[in-house]
């Protein structure tokens, strides 16, 4: 089975701080992706990887940056945090590119105060 | 632009079925999908149909694919308390680089 894990549940932070949330895939996939996700809004994809050192900009990319350095680990990290980026983050990995099935970590609920 | 249109919730009784509808504006997908999230999780892999197929059946699960009216459709036989979770559909852009995820189905059954 593909397993995603995410480095924390749950992650209070205050307005200003750098935020680093960190996902791991061990199924060897090439691609990486980070989603946040708010009530009404469904899913929306902030980055992707499709190859170390690689990544490209999603729908919601202001505020955000990534790194992937090694194949398995992608992490998102939050610059400055501000209150607008209190939300539920996924992280999800697919084997092929494009449109290929995805498998999501459990989720990183932050909470910026 | 591209689009997955879903009805933001359902409510149901325990033992009957339940039925979430999804439709698209534009898809090139081999796989079109439904994911399950339980509260406070990620989502998981539900199902998924091959585009070329009609229809789909997994234990309890029906999948239902109708292309010319780019319409799909999960169908729960049976529903029970632990079906209680939102329901994404989710189906390739039409460049086939990405999936396109709906808003998600809150589905609440009652006892």
């Known amino acids: 089975d593909v397993k995603v894990t995410q480095s924390s549940r749950y992650l209070v932070k205050r307005t200003g701080e750098k935020v680093f949330l960190e996902c791991v895939q061990d199924?060897?996939?090439?691609?990486m992706f980070w989603y946040r996700q708010d009530p009404g809004l469904g899913l929306r994809l902030i980055y992707f990887?499709?190859?170390?050192?690689?990544?490209e900009k999603g729908d919601i990319p202001e505020g955000y940056s990534v790194s992937r350095e090694k194949k398995e680990r992608f992490s998102l990290i939050l610059e400055s945090a501000s209150t607008s980026q209190t939300s539920m983050y996924l992280c999800?990995?697919?084997?092929?590119?494009?449109?290929?099935?995805?498998?999501f970590g459990p989720g990183t609920r932050l909470t910026v105060l | 632009g591209e689009d997955v249109e879903q009805s933001l919730f359902l409510s149901v009784r325990e033992g009957d079925s339940s039925v979430i509808n999804c439709t698209y504006t534009?898809?090139?997908?081999?796989?079109l999908y439904w994911y399950k999230q339980e509260p406070g999780a990620g989502l998981q892999l539900l199902t998924y149909i091959f585009s070329n197929m009609d229809m789909k059946q997994d234990q309890r699960l029906t999948v239902l694919l109708n292309k010319k009216d780019k319409h799909l459709s999960l169908r729960i036989a049976d529903t029970q308390t632990g079906d209680s979770a939102i329901y994404f559909c989710a189906v390739a852009n039409q460049a086939g680089t990405a999936l396109i995820f709906g808003k998600g189905t809150t589905l609440s059954v009652s006892s």
């Open positions: 999800a990995s697919s084997l092929l590119e494009g449109a290929d099935t995805q498998y």
């Open positions: 534009d898809s090139s997908s081999t796989y």
């Open positions: 990887s499709y190859d170390v050192k690689m990544k």
């Open positions: 199924m060897d996939h090439e691609n």
